[in-house]
């Protein structure tokens, strides 16, 4: 089965508090929670084609939000008011926001496992590997907390959990960019993002603290070669390798079937393949996201994603297609420039998890984003993007409602950004929840066209071609094609139309994209079929019928070998529109 992963912000979700406050408090800006993710939300959403639910945000977190018998977290170290939620306080807890009774927050959690996989969905959540809370301390697993055996007068040691600053005088503090941190008096400790300084900027990760598993990261990678190998023993491994795999083995007894891992590319590789291993033989199905980028701060020679595959991950973020397409609106980018992202041979053509939105991207429909056009070419982006690898599927919550990041902000600004910092809302998403009835009975008709589209298009990433077949591109043959994605200056076709065949050999199923990426114009064109992609596709016979998948009543389209090899495929499509036609 081809992953298709819906990406659920908890504290956001089910939030049905209407308008609400930059930088307000919970009280007046309201927070979903476990409970509000209610059957109805899961079984539309299971409807719509998902086959994993990233449950995010929901280990306990700093925050300046306080619950009896957990006081809120300084401010200084603390983004926003309810917190980031990539500043971890306690790995074996969940954020006691996220829970109608907080004092019974793990118990509501289970609840909502145990409801995804009800309806057929596999949990996941986020495992943050590279850095922790300044704040961490487990009250749940005390026995297990990161730093309390460590050696804190060096700045590394093979068995620390930290990096320790070495002491400028007795009494200095940590200096975070809202004021001093006491409890780091003459111990401080490197950021999240390797700032070894005593004053960390306000641009880098201050509220964190990068873990140490076992090498020196100011070397990189060649620290790391020393590293014990996947058939390790517990008592072999350092110190903090076993403290993480105690986390998971303890949230995948709980119920959790996955984990998105953030920033795994910080991390050492020989820690990877160990502790996936040892995941693995809890549950042999336990799915590995990583989100990485082969171009800063990564633990690893050569490509990174490539690596981190190898490790095991089911899915690794393909950013570089992603930057791609936002290229075509924001850059220099034609759409025959996508087909080098496609070719069926790299490791990331069936590992590469095809996005167009996540909480740390700008929202498609954002007027900042994408040209100010991502709303008008959505339905053509998607078939694009998602249809043209056999790689995982990632769609967050709000995309399915061209979301603008409407909802009152604070830390993060006014950046085209849903932000993870505060109590905010998502008011197109609200109209579809209706109060927790999820029956979309007050949303625009715009906005119900939308997720009527995705419904059909996400579960079609399960069709045999698309889910598991070869990549041919038809671009290149289409380059003098007129009408094909042609503007009046532009020297050749192909500017803002993606056409491309895929096809599985052993279904003997082929399917054709053409994808129209300009927001204005409607095309009227032919798409041209190659002898040679003809035969690729295994066709013997002279008549070919092609079949719209994505509208089911409308007529089929008839032609003739010699017809799509000389005069190609006659075709309208709609400005920001896509057709995806099954080759029968």
């Given amino acids: 089965m081809r992953p298709v992963i819906y990406q659920l912000f908890v504290r956001h979700f089910s939030n049905d508090t209407e308008g609400g406050v930059p930088w307000g408090s919970k ?44 006081p809120a977290d300084p401010a200084c170290v603390v ?45 996941i959540i986020d495992f943050i590997p590279n850095h922790v809370s300044r704040c961490y ?4 697993r005390p026995d297990l907390c ?59 990760w201050y509220e964190t603290v990068k873990l140490n598993y076992g090498s020196d990261y100011r070397h990189g990678a060649p620290a790391a070669e020393h590293l014990p190998g996947i058939l390790a023993p517990q008592q072999a491994v350092p110190r903090t390798w076993q403290l993480v795999n105690a986390v998971l083995a303890y949230w995948q007894e709980m119920g959790v079937g996955g984990f998105r891992c953030d920033m795994a ?30 171009d800063h701060m990564k633990l690893c020679t050569g490509d990174v994603t490539e690596a981190l595959i190898h490790c095991g991950f089911g899915g690794v973020y393909d950013s570089a297609a992603y930057n791609e397409a936002r290229g075509i609106y924001e850059g220099h980018i034609w759409a ?22 996540n909480h740390d991207e700008p929202r498609l429909a954002s007027p900042q984003y994408w040209g100010g056009q991502g709303s008008a070419v959505a339905r053509a982006l998607m078939v694009a993007h998602y249809g043209s690898s056999a790689g995982p599927v990632l769609v967050y919550n709000g995309q399915e409602f061209s979301e603008q990041a409407e909802g009152p902000g604070g830390y993060g600004g006014d950046n085209g950004r849903t932000s993870i910092f505060d109590y905010t809302t998502l008011p197109r998403l609200q109209r579809w929840a ?53 503007r009046a200056d532009d020297p050749a076709s192909g500017h803002r139309m993606y056409a491309y065949l895929r096809h599985s050999r052993s279904a003997r199923a082929t399917v054709l994209a053409v ?29 070919h019928v092609f079949r719209n998948l994505l509208q089911p009543d409308s007529p089929a389209i008839e032609s003739s070998t010699e017809e799509l090899e000389a005069k190609g495929l006659p075709l309208n499509i709609p400005a920001g529109q896509a057709l995806l036609l099954e080759w029968i």
Avoid at 137 to 140: E, F, L, M
Avoid at 337 to 355: F, I, K, S
Avoid at 526 to 533: C, E, K, L, S, W
Wanted: proline share 6%; aromatic share 12%; hydrophobic share 35%.
């Fill in 27 to 70: 009280e007046q800006n309201g927070c979903g929670t476990f409970a509000g993710v209610n059957d109805a939300a899961l079984e539309s959403l299971a409807r719509m084609g998902v086959t994993h639910i990233w449950l995010t945000g929901v280990l306990r977190h700093a925050t300046r939000t306080l619950y009896p018998g957990l």
């Fill in 79 to 123: 983004k926003g008011i309810a917190g980031s939620p990539y500043a971890v306080t306690d790995y074996f807890d969940v954020d006691p926001d996220l829970a109608e009774a907080p004092e019974q927050r793990l118990e509501e959690f289970r609840a909502l496992l145990a409801r995804c996989r009800r309806h057929g969905m596999l949990p």
């Fill in 137 to 140: 301390n487990s009250r749940v």
């Fill in 146 to 204: 990161f730093g309390s055996q460590d050696n804190k007068g060096v700045f590394y040691d093979y068995n620390n959990a930290f990096y320790y600053l070495e002491p400028q005088h007795s009494d200095w503090h940590m200096q975070m960019p809202e004021g001093e941190f006491a409890p780091e008096h003459g111990c401080g400790r490197v950021t999240g993002n390797n700032a070894a300084t005593w004053a960390p900027s306000a641009y880098d």
């Fill in 265 to 294: 590319h910080m991390v050492p590789m020989a820690f990877w393949r160990w502790v996936i291993c040892n995941a693995r033989l809890r549950d042999s199905s336990v799915f590995f996201m990583a989100e990485a980028y082969n």
């Fill in 336 to 357: 025959n420039d996508m087909d080098r992202h496609n070719h069926p041979e790299p490791a990331m053509y069936t590992h590469g998890v095809r996005y167009l939105e």
């Fill in 434 to 486: 209706n109060h927790g009835r999820y029956d979309g009975a007050t949303l625009t008709p715009q906005e119900q066209e939308l997720r009527n589209f995705m419904a059909k298009l996400l579960p079609l990433m399960q069709h045999p071609a698309l889910s598991h077949g070869s990549f041919y591109g038809l671009n290149w043959a289409n380059t003098q094609t007129p009408g094909f994605g042609r």
């Fill in 515 to 543: 994808c129209n990426l300009d927001p204005q114009h409607e095309a009227h064109t032919t798409v041209h079929i190659p002898a040679n992609a003809i035969e690729w596709t295994g066709k013997k016979t002279k008549k």
